[in-house]
């Protein structure tokens, strides 16, 4: 190891203190009393300096001293032998990683995630959220698919069962999300569209008499379920068709669904590791902010439609897309 060796001691002035002391030339260390250490060959750094390091700081940097029986510079601990060596980072040869090492190292990494990371996300077991993953899923996940799987079969639900999509329009904005009660809005056309053909049974230009007149045939005669884009177009059409009824008591209520864009929402694809969330945590009051909203459903299902998008021809191809989903497989 060190090489030890004896101070070399001249008389002087500690640079601090002022007061008289021992300085060693080599070592750069002031005594006013004894000399209770031996002479380590190489300054004794009191401060630190960037240009020396450990022997661990340097590998951090895959830097290594030629030879690590030489130390550049030592600091002082507390115990024996009293000095901690460091090395000048200059003088280190430096050995980067060849790309061999870093192919190990990233299939390292994707087998240390296969083995102990979320099959759907990126997040890994620790001791502490161990407990949370189940069949190699993490607890977040889990809720998700359970989420999505929920989604799918309502969409097939809503297939089979043909419900009629109801499309609004009112001369006022209004917003997608519902915060308390209702403002008045005056509506000015009704599509009512099947799930099952391809053309409107009730389309825009129908007079709101006529299609009022066949809606409640509809509703009358078979009891069709409708599907509405928001809680607001629901309850707006409610109101309309049945203004003598409380909306929340009313039967007729349980037929009308809402397909419901909230955080439950979730788009997982096969090769996707991190859950594209989509929420509708905005209030889109602003006819804008609703047709961005659509858009991003277009994009989000892959539905491929074309602008200008109508709310509800969304809707109506997010359920005919996912009914034919199969749901995610989990034990
Ligand atoms: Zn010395
Ligand atoms: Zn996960």
Redesign the pocket.
Same mark, same amino acid.
């Given at each position: 190891m060190v090489k030890w060796q004896a101070?070399?001691i001249e008389e002087g002035r500690h640079p601090q203190s002022g007061r008289k002391a021992r300085h #060693?030339t080599? #070592?750069d260390?002031y005594w006013t009393g004894r000399v209770g250490v031996e #002479?380590p060959g190489v300054p004794v750094l009191h401060t630190y300096s960037e240009q020396y390091g450990t022997k661990t700081q340097l590998a951090r940097d895959r830097l290594y001293p030629p030879d690590e029986e030489q130390p550049d510079a030592a600091y002082r601990v507390k115990n024996a032998p009293y000095y901690g060596w460091l090395y000048d980072r200059s003088k280190a040869i430096a050995r980067p990683l060849t790309s061999g090492q870093i192919a190990g190292n990233r299939k390292r990494e994707e087998t240390i995630r296969q083995r102990y990371g979320c099959r759907f996300c990126s997040t890994r077991y620790t001791k502490q959220h161990y407990v949370h993953f189940q069949h190699g899923t993490c607890g977040t996940c889990r809720d998700r698919i359970r989420a999505w799987n929920d989604l799918l079969a309502s969409c097939q639900k809503l297939k089979a069962e043909d419900t009629f999509v109801v499309q609004v329009e009112t001369e006022e904005p209004r917003s997608l999300v519902k915060w308390g009660s209702l403002p008045a809005l005056t509506l000015t056309s009704v599509e009512v569209w099947p799930l099952s053909v391809e053309t409107p049974a009730i389309t825009a230009e129908t007079p709101l008499k006529d299609a009022y007149g066949m809606l409640h045939f509809y509703l009358d005669s078979s009891g069709l379920p409708l599907l509405f884009a928001s809680a607001v177009d629901q309850e707006v059409v409610y109101r309309w068709l049945y203004p003598d009824w409380n909306f929340w008591e009313n039967f007729h209520f349980k037929d009308f669904h809402v397909l419901r864009f909230s955080h439950d929402l979730a788009y997982p694809l096969p090769e996707q590791k991190d859950w594209r969330v989509f929420s509708d945590r905005h209030d889109y009051y602003q006819p804008n902010a609703a047709a961005g909203y659509y858009r991003e459903l277009n994009d989000l299902f892959g539905l491929g439609m074309q602008d200008p998008l109508v709310p509800t021809h969304v809707i109506r191809q997010i359920v005919l897309t996912l009914a034919d989903r199969d749901p995610i497989a989990f034990p």
């Open positions: 101070h070399n #060693c080599i #070592c260390q #002479c």
